[in-house]
T-cell receptor, first 111, second 113 residues
Framework: LAKTTQPISMDSYEGQEVNITCSHNNIATNDYITWYQQFPSQGPRFIIQGYKTKVTNEVASLFIPADRKSSTLSLPRVSLSDTAVYYCLPAKDTGRRALTFGSGTRLQVQP | NAGVTQTPKFQVLKTGQSMTLQCAQDMNHEYMSWYRQDPGMGLRLIHYSVGAGITDQGEVPNGYNVSRSTTEDFPLRLLSAAPSQTSVYFC????????????FGQGTRLTVV
């Protein structure tokens, strides 16, 4: 399984753009990169997924360079409600059919 | 459409007791899994299932049993509760593979005294 490395924590202020980078040096060819968000006392929630280049949805953007050894989750203009833990997960299409979570990045947004 | 429903939300057990955590999904998902999350930590996979009648172990399976007799239900059984099993338990389901969006329940907070 690909091992991921993320910053343990990040601080930001409301209205700023936040970029969280995840390193996954030994990602497999058929792995997708998926990001989940978890609020306190809740289960994780899917944010975005990509394979390469750039993916954007109504919540975030995901940038994956050509070598796919890292990915960056971009949250535009964060608000207090974006305070959460963000997990980067490689997800296989074959093999183990469940997600493997690391420790995630704890984002604290301040007013 | 309720999504993934876990019961109970809270439970206190005495050491040595057994119990079953319930998980049900109404999305006709093939894949279901159980995780535990200790304070300040990420989620660790306990058991998972790729379809009715098929289960497999995750990272931390000891002390837990699962079965999958229907597509909808995936109960987690604690055989003889220990204080080390105090944790928050999450059930998840997804359509076909981990590449698709996984939906999580609200969790069961278990305390073993």
């Amino acid at each position: 399984l690909a091992k991921t490395t993320q910053p343990i924590s990040m601080d930001s202020y409301e209205g700023q753009e936040v970029n969280i980078t995840c390193s996954h040096n030994n990602i497999a060819t058929n792995d997708y990169i998926t990001w989940y968000q978890q609020f306190p006392s809740q289960g994780p929630r899917f944010i975005i997924q990509g394979y390469k280049t750039k993916v954007t949805n109504e919540v975030a953007s995901l940038f994956i360079p050509a070598d796919r050894k890292s990915s960056t989750l971009s949250l535009p203009r964060v608000s207090l409600s974006d305070t959460a833990v963000y997990y980067c997960l490689p997800a296989k299409d074959t093999g183990r059919r469940a997600l493997t979570f690391g420790s995630g990045t704890r984002l604290q947004v301040q007013p | 459409n309720a999504g993934v429903t876990q019961t109970p939300k809270f439970q206190v057990l005495k050491t040595g007791q057994s119990m079953t955590l319930q998980c049900a999904q109404d999305m006709n998902h093939e894949y279901m899994s159980w995780y535990r999350q200790d304070p300040g930590m990420g989620l660790r996979l306990i058991h998972y299932s790729v379809g009715a009648g098929i289960t497999d172990q995750g990272e931390v399976p000891n002390g837990y049993n699962v079965s999958r007799s229907t597509t909808e239900d995936f109960p987690l059984r604690l055989l003889s509760a220990a204080p080390s099993q105090t944790s928050v338990y999450f059930c998840a389901s997804s359509w076909s593979s981990p590449n698709t969006e996984a939906f999580f329940g609200q969790g069961t907070r278990l305390t073993v005294v």
